[in-house]
């Protein structure tokens, strides 16, 4: 472990990148983007679209070649076995709009305990218990016999979500998990988010309604394959920045002990 690999308190970050770029194509979509993600801390990423966000995810669960380095808990990613890293860092996908997917939402979730199955082994009760665990905690339990296909799409959202929820990884990376849910379960979302969080683990979220995003911790702000700032929650500069990616369309006022982002209609 070398000295960039810990945050201000001493402890392992959960996730760094140096000079990290990736490319689409033949277009660099991430470019020397330099990533330091506390742990036990929840950390929303905001920016315009084709910011680069959900390519930044998928690099950091090794799903994209790229170049420069990226460190899960202190260690290289790619000197990690592919088991070891889906362990210790899950993954919900941005979701498609189609889903021909005809597994039940049960065995959906039950994808999310692979990394701890043997070749031979099976699903073991560990697996069933977190599997169901997982279910309960978002609400999709009654499901669990119904085909994803015939779910609605905030429904499917909160399979999904206990898909990623059963991993039971140190870190979870979300690509806007409120997605079709509705504000009920936008709600649910936070306070699960929040139990992570007193758990110990790390939450890296991409939202979209800034107004959520605001309750995170941490702050970065994305536009044009970079980060253009990083920063706690109440930073007034960062309010300023994602002010300023967003065209100055919304305007982040105070309520209360929280903020809103509230459109400009100038
Ligand atoms: P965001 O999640 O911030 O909206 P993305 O990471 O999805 O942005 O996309 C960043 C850029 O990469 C966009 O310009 C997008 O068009 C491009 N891109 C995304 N996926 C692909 C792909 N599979 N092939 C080529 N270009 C892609
Ligand atoms: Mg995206």
Known sequence: MTETNTALNGDILALETQGLGVKRGQRSVLKDLNLKISPGRWCAIVGPNGAGKSTLLQALVGILPYAGDVFLLGQPLQHQSRQLRARRIAWLAQSSVQSADDLTAYDVVMLGRIPYQSWLGGQSLADHAAAERALKLTHAWAWRDRPLNTLSGGEK????????????????????????????????????????????????SVLHDLTFALYADDLIVMSDGKIQYAGQRDDPALHREIENVFERRIAIQALDTHWVALPTLT
């Open 157 to 204: 959202q909160r399979v999904l979500l206990a898909r990623l929820l059963a991993v039971e990884a140190d870190i979870f990376l979300m690509d806007e998990p409120l997605a079709n849910l509705d504000p009920p379960h936008q709600v649910d979302w936070l306070v699960l988010v929040r139990q992570l969080i007193a758990q110990g683990k790390t939450v890296v």
